[in-house]
T-cell receptor, first 110, second 114 residues
Framework: SQQGEEDPQALSIQEGENATMNCSYK?????LQWYRQNSGRGLVHLIL?????REKHSGRLRVTLDTSKKSSSLLITASRAADTASYFC??????????FGAGTTVTVRA | DGGITQSPKYLFRKEGQNVTLSCEQN?????MYWYRQDPGQGLRLIYY???????QKGDIAEGYSVSREKKESFPLTVTSAQKNPTAFYLC?????????????FGPGTRLTVL
């Protein structure tokens, strides 16, 4: 079952702007992960945040997690054309499986 | 190079035929997964395997079958019982533990029913 839901479904921004997308989920989790998918390709792991963490950074990526609201956000700063992709959140409830949301499609305009 | 490979990249099937999608990894990962992705949607889990000779159904296993005879290989068969098999199929592997089930994905196989 798809536990995560991303918002918005699609996002179009100018190069150099920041992109923010959100993920909401329903049940308790061990960790939450964000993945990127370029068109027609496999997914690439971006960042993982554990349930006892509130914020994490990796390069131009910033992830927050609010377990009380069952939500997470992914911020991409200073976006580039190469950031054009779909972004998925995935929740790990500790049972060897990940539950993926439907994704946010980000288009970065030059 | 360590990685996960899928073949073929594109596959065409006539109605009523079974087809098998290949997935191989040399990452020494214990767990392997098969997902289905439909246009504009997220990933849905078909089957997963935590160890050799063992596998479990995911959310949409009907019409699919798998085997896990070797650690490196986890082939998926799409049977004629799967009524709407046209989709993008993704294989992944992971080693739950320190890395907390970060999954590594193959490039995918696009299956089209003619």
């Amino acid at each position: 079952s798809q536990q995560g839901e991303e918002d918005p479904q699609a996002l179009s921004i100018q190069e150099g702007e920041n992109a923010t997308m959100n993920c909401s989920y329903k049940t308790s989790i061990n960790n939450l992960q964000w993945y990127r998918q370029n068109s027609g390709r496999g997914l690439v792991h971006l960042i993982l945040i554990r349930s006892n963490e509130r914020e994490k950074h990796s390069g131009r990526l910033r992830v927050t997690l609010d377990t009380s609201k069952k939500s997470s956000s992914l911020l991409i700063t200073a976006s580039r054309a190469a950031d054009t992709a779909s972004y998925f959140c995935a929740t790990d409830a500790g049972d060897y499986k990940l539950s993926f949301g439907a994704g946010t499609t980000v288009t970065v305009r030059a | 190079d360590g990685g996960i490979t899928q073949s073929p990249k594109y596959l065409f099937r006539k109605e009523g035929q079974n087809v098998t999608l290949s997935c191989e990894q040399n990452l020494n990962h214990d767990a392997m997964y098969w997902y289905r992705q439909d246009p504009g949607q997220g990933l849905r889990l078909i089957y997963y395997s935590q160890i050799v000779n063992d596998f479990q159904k995911g959310d949409i296993a009907e019409g699919y079958s798998v085997s896990r005879e070797k650690k490196e290989s986890f082939p998926l068969t799409v049977t004629s019982a799967q009524k709407n098999p046209t989709a993008f199929y993704l294989c992944a592997s992971s080693t739950p533990g320190i890395r907390k089930n970060e999954q590594f994905f193959g490039p995918g196989t696009r299956l089209t029913v003619l």
